[in-house]
């Protein structure tokens, strides 16, 4: 009896936890979940939480990798090949496993969804990303997704419309491959889960964290080819920056100001479409003297949106314009109206064309794209544009 005595409380609990683990025929069994879409169901294998995580004080987060630059290996093993590696090398179990001290800030689980650059996507597999993000969220505490950078700014705006759970949803990736002098790599994936697992960017959608430094996913985009600084959010800047062990926020966004409430979801449930649904949406860049070419050919792919990246305030030359005013009226091609500048504003409208506000050209058709998803009405998409797109403050209106 007195060695039963010794046992204290806490071991006794993982005895018992033990026990029904096993009863049950183990926790993994709880987690292989369905999601049930209009037109398919699809099994997506989410690993369990381990069940000395079930009864541990830290929160469970999952890093789930997509690959890029930031599992990147060196040519020849050469630590000092900054530019010539191969992407999508290393796995994350790897990757996790070789960060030290991680485990005094989460109980970190990992999920190898592909390990391949940025750009060789598809829209459906972000499709499939977004969705494995949801489930992983009904039994985690927050999520980190690994990618590369190329595209990152996309991949990240898609899970920010998209992810219905309101739990943290961190971006990162890297500069520089895995295994080179001076890497960022390493130090991104760390920060990454720390940010995530501080819980601070609960209800701001999906957040791009690199260098330390937080952004929206909205508002960020990568500036610079090779800098490790290279990710900007123009005009309005960064959420916040993290310092060991200090996080900081420094503002609100609109959405997050909507935490717990029906709007702070946007209407684009993927549950309820399937790929079939998702449609092809092109950018045209304007030039000196451009041709109509760009979006007659785009047109003759079967586009069914097309985003303008204009000069100035969205200006586009006459020959795009007329190529455009023909796309709308005999194709019914939507359109949205951007800036090539880089920052600022576009507000100019008119039948079948829509004002793109301060989104990139990419961000704007991401936007574009899951609105023609969801919907063929111009009007509801510009409706979507001037609320969700634009996601500006308004405390009056949030006072009613």
Same mark, same amino acid.
């Given at each position: 009896?007195?060695?039963?005595?010794?046992?204290?409380?806490?071991?006794?609990?993982?005895?018992?936890?033990?026990?029904?683990?096993?009863?049950?025929?183990?926790?993994? @069994?709880?987690?292989?979940?369905?999601?049930?879409?209009?037109?398919?169901?699809?099994?997506?294998?989410? /690993?369990?939480?381990?069940?000395?995580? $079930?009864?541990?004080?830290?929160?469970?987060?999952?890093?789930?990798?997509?690959?890029?630059?930031?599992?990147?290996?060196?040519? @020849?093993? #050469?630590?000092?090949?900054?530019?010539?590696?191969?992407?999508?090398?290393?796995?994350?179990?790897?990757?996790?496993?070789?960060?030290?001290?991680?485990?005094?800030?989460?109980?970190?689980?990992?999920?190898?969804?592909?390990?391949?650059?940025?750009?060789?996507?598809?829209?459906?597999?972000?499709?499939?990303?977004?969705?494995?993000?949801?489930?992983?969220?009904?039994?985690?505490?927050?999520?980190?997704?690994?990618?590369?950078?190329?595209?990152?700014?996309?991949?990240?705006?898609?899970?920010?419309?998209?992810?219905?759970?309101?739990? /943290?949803?961190?971006?990162?990736?890297?500069?520089?491959?895995?295994?080179?002098?001076?890497?960022?790599?390493?130090?991104?994936?760390?920060?990454?889960?720390?940010?995530?697992?501080?819980?601070?960017?609960?209800?701001?959608?999906?957040?791009?964290?690199?260098?330390?430094?937080?952004?929206?996913?909205?508002?960020?985009?990568?500036?610079?080819?090779?800098?490790? !600084?290279?990710?900007?959010? /123009?005009?309005?800047?960064?959420?916040?920056?993290?310092? !060991?062990?200090?996080?900081?926020?420094?503002?609100?966004?609109?959405?997050?100001?909507?935490?717990?409430?029906?709007?702070?979801?946007? /209407?684009?449930?993927?549950?309820?479409?399937?790929? !079939?649904?998702?449609?092809?949406?092109?950018?045209?860049?304007?030039?000196?003297?451009?041709?109509?070419?760009?979006?007659?050919?785009?047109?003759? #792919?079967?586009?069914? %949106?097309?985003?303008?990246?204009?000069?100035?305030?969205? %200006?586009?030359?006459?020959?795009?314009?007329?190529?455009?005013?023909?796309?709308?009226?005999?194709? %019914?091609? $939507?359109?949205?109206?951007?800036?090539?500048? %880089?920052?600022?504003?576009?507000?100019?409208?008119?039948?079948?064309?829509?004002?793109?506000?301060?989104?990139?050209?990419?961000?704007?058709?991401?936007?574009?794209?899951?609105?023609?998803?969801?919907?063929?009405?111009?009007?509801?998409?510009?409706?979507?544009?001037?609320?969700?797109?634009?996601?500006?403050?308004?405390?009056?209106?949030?006072?009613?």
């Amino acid at each position: 009896m007195k060695a039963y005595a010794r046992i204290g409380r806490k071991t006794w609990l993982i005895l018992l936890m033990f026990i029904l683990v096993a009863s049950l025929g183990g926790y993994a @069994n709880t987690v292989r979940v369905t999601s049930v879409l209009a037109a398919e169901e699809e099994l997506i294998d989410i /690993p369990p939480l381990e069940w000395l995580h $079930v009864i541990s004080d830290k929160p469970n987060v999952i890093v789930i990798a997509t690959g890029g630059t930031i599992a990147g290996q060196a040519t @020849n093993g #050469d630590p000092t090949n900054f530019q010539s590696y191969r992407a999508g090398t290393y796995t994350i179990e790897e990757m996790v496993g070789e960060l030290p001290g991680v485990s005094r800030i989460a109980d970190v689980s990992t999920y190898q969804f592909g390990n391949k650059g940025s750009g060789g996507y598809t829209i459906a597999d972000l499709y499939d990303l977004s969705l494995t993000v949801d489930q992983a969220l009904e039994i985690y505490d927050a999520a980190v997704v690994t990618t590369g950078t190329d595209t990152m700014e996309e991949i990240a705006y898609f899970l920010d419309l998209t992810v219905r759970s309101e739990k /943290p949803v961190v971006v990162t990736g890297a500069m520089r491959p895995w295994d080179v002098i001076g890497s960022d790599a390493s130090a991104n994936l760390y920060r990454a889960i720390t940010l995530a697992a501080s819980g601070k960017t609960t209800s701001y959608g999906t957040v791009v964290m690199l260098n330390d430094i937080i952004y929206a996913a909205r508002e960020v985009t990568k500036s610079n080819s090779h800098r490790l !600084d290279t990710f900007e959010a /123009p005009i309005v800047g960064a959420l916040g920056y993290i310092d !060991d062990k200090a996080i900081r926020l420094y503002r609100a966004t609109a959405r997050s100001l909507l935490a717990g409430t029906e709007e702070w979801a946007t /209407p684009f449930d993927l549950r309820t479409i399937s790929k !079939d649904d998702l449609p092809l949406v092109g950018i045209v860049y304007n030039y000196q003297e451009a041709t109509g070419g760009a979006i007659r050919g785009l047109v003759e #792919d079967g586009v069914k %949106g097309i985003v303008t990246a204009g000069t100035g305030a969205g %200006g586009i030359s006459g020959q795009l314009s007329a190529a455009r005013t023909e796309a709308i009226q005999e194709h %019914g091609v $939507v359109f949205v109206s951007t800036t090539r500048t %880089g920052s600022g504003s576009v507000y100019s409208e008119g039948p079948g064309i829509i004002a793109g506000d301060s989104l990139n050209a990419q961000h704007a058709r991401i936007l574009l794209l899951l609105s023609l998803a969801f919907t063929d009405d111009v009007e509801q998409i510009r409706e979507w544009f001037a609320t969700i797109g634009t996601r500006d403050i308004d405390m009056k209106e949030l006072a009613n």
